[in-house]
């Protein structure tokens, strides 16, 4: 039988009501040491063992391919499918990384335990009335109801252009990115770079390990390309607190 996932807890020491004054002046923050060490690297080592598909879009689709599908593909058809996606990253809304629905596994009931035991016990955390309880103090939003999540990984090459998440019908609140690099540096890429209207950037975060990224719904943000240089893998999971 797979070992099940253990119950994680908040790191002690985390006062969500006075983090909550510069969430309100902001409307982001990026709160480091979110567990015990020892929890956190054990879903980094989750991380790397999740099995990933590939997900993009291209030509105005999204897509997720199997990684065995997309290695199997023709060379020519693998370049044109490339260029389709540069192409549409100079322009509009675009992206291409690893990803694994977490939620949609976990809402179909189908944990696997083993080795992603600590993904699934993220996702039993985040939906814990003890973390929204601790999004609601900090944000001062009592309706933050539930929360859904995926794994995520960038690898050189990677990128997810400007959007604000705010999709109809999603009931989007705020986004939440969960990072898991043990070292990384901003020379790398992968930052979650904030836009201002002008077009400048006014902020930018780091892929700090063990750290949440919280941040209001809409905002426009997007993950800068991953260097072709970078040492490391991006890992992180991701996703939103919703209402009903």
Request: avoid cysteine; charge should be negative; aromatic fraction near 18%.
């Given at each position: 039988m797979a070992k099940a996932a253990v119950p994680l807890k908040l790191a002690r020491g985390l006062d969500p009501a006075k983090l909550r004054p510069a969430f309100e002046r902001f409307g982001r923050l990026h709160l480091p040491g979110l567990f015990a060490p020892r929890e956190a690297q054990a879903i980094h080592a989750a991380l790397v063992a999740?099995?990933?598909h590939r997900s993009l879009t291209a030509s105005g689709k999204s897509y997720d391919i199997a990684l065995d599908t997309l290695a199997a593909m023709p060379p020519e058809r693998r370049a044109e499918l490339e260029a389709a996606i540069l192409e549409g990253g100079r322009t509009g809304f675009q992206y291409?990384?690893?990803?694994?629905?977490?939620?949609?596994l976990m809402e179909a009931g189908q944990r696997?335990?083993?080795?992603l035991a600590p993904l699934e016990a993220v996702y039993d955390l985040i939906n814990?009335?003890?973390?929204?309880?601790f999004i609601r103090t900090l944000t001062g939003d009592p309706r933050c109801a539930y929360a859904d999540a995926q794994?995520?990984?960038?690898?050189?090459?990677?990128?997810?252009?400007a959007h604000d998440d705010d999709v109809a019908g999603k009931k989007r609140l705020y986004a939440m990115v969960l990072n898991f690099?043990?070292?990384?540096?901003p020379?790398?890429?992968?930052?979650?770079?904030?836009?201002?209207?002008?077009g400048h950037v006014s902020e930018a975060y780091t892929p700090t390990f063990n750290a949440?990224?919280?941040?209001?719904?809409?905002?426009q943000h997007a993950v800068t390309q991953v260097a072709s240089f970078a040492g490391a893998e991006r890992l992180s999971i991701t996703g939103w607190i919703r209402e009903r």
């Open positions: 999740a099995p990933y291409q990384f690893d990803a694994w629905r977490l939620s949609d696997t335990g083993g080795a814990s009335e003890a973390f929204l309880a794994a995520t990984r960038y690898r050189p090459g990677d990128f997810l252009t690099t043990p070292v990384w540096r020379d790398w890429g992968g930052l979650l770079a904030f836009h201002d209207a002008d949440l990224n919280l941040f209001r719904v809409p905002q």
